[in-house]
């Protein structure tokens, strides 16, 4: 089943980063691109680049709701009224040690991440079984295989992406519905100063047992550009995105930077105590 354009393609989370990037690449290519954004301003500055774009936050049942429902009148008004493919790629970070998050902080991280990406996923699913087929792709991470230290919620969250993803693959094989995974490593965006913001939010670091590691959390997080080594531009994960999309089988993984693909092959070979060693030094306990 391939999807070459005008297919029509719904992106979550395209204000800035990779979303943004893959929306603007396809809507070149030629794809019906409905771009959704959790703010208001956002969806009409992406309106006013020239793409379709609907507002949807995927923390909010109803907006999920009305985001989907606006997506699908757009898709009628302008093309066939069809969700073809489906990136889920709206996601943030919330960086702190495990026991500096409270329940409320895991349930912020995990609205967005996990139970809005997944609410929307499972009503795209019943469009597309009403259509015959079509092609859901996940943003995952590096960190949905592989735990570093002080992203304990954004860890899990990738981790119960990838047992979603796993799982409905299975389920929907029979109805002509492909699953797949992009898992990156590190690529330039807002990430680092969006998660930041959600760290000043959610965790104190003048009162944890990990504050002096907080500080070089920090400083890494304002670095402006590239923090860590293989840093790849949001285009690297577009790629992928085309390349499930026009490829009649779609990969179930695509894995994107080198540090993706080496951890991925030394957690089938390392010893689990090795493989820790291993991903402290490549935390470097925050920075990095």
Not at 78 to 96: H, K, M, V, Y
Request: hydrophobic fraction near 40%.
């Amino acid at each position: 089943m391939q999807l070459p354009p005008p297919s029509t393609l719904l992106i979550t989370g395209c204000s800035s980063g990779i979303g943004y990037h893959a929306a603007h690449a396809l809507h070149k290519l030629g794809y019906s691109v409905i771009a959704s954004c959790r703010k208001a301003e956002d969806v009409t500055r992406l309106q006013q680049e020239g793409l379709t774009a609907v507002q949807l936050d995927l923390a909010c049942s109803d907006s999920i709701r009305e985001g989907l429902q606006n997506a699908l009148k757009t898709s009628a008004a302008t093309g066939n009224g069809r969700i073809d493919a489906l990136f889920n790629n709206g996601a943030f970070g919330l960086p702190g040690a495990v026991e500096d998050l409270s329940r409320d902080a895991m349930l912020h991280q995990f609205q967005t991440n996990v139970f809005g990406t997944q609410e929307l996923t499972n009503q795209v699913v019943k469009i597309m079984r009403r259509q015959g087929g079509g092609k859901i792709i996940y943003n995952s991470s590096i960190l949905g295989f592989a735990a570093m230290q002080y992203r304990g919620a954004y860890n899990a969250s990738k981790f119960a992406i990838e047992g979603f993803a796993d799982t409905l693959r299975l389920e929907v094989k029979q109805d002509n519905i492909q699953i797949s995974l992009i898992e990156p490593g590190p690529i330039l965006s807002d990430f680092r100063k969006n998660a930041y913001a959600q760290f000043k939010q959610w965790i104190d670091p003048q009162h944890s047992a990990h504050s002096a590691n907080y500080q070089a959390m920090i400083n890494r997080l304002e670095t402006v550009g590239p923090s860590a080594p293989f840093t790849l531009g949001p285009e690297a994960v577009t790629d992928c995105v085309i390349h499930a999309l026009q490829h009649r089988q779609a990969k179930i993984r695509y894995r994107v930077t080198t540090p993706t693909k080496v951890f991925a092959v030394l957690k089938r070979l390392l010893p689990n105590r090795l493989l820790d060693r291993l991903l402290i030094k490549a935390g470097g306990d925050g920075k990095r």
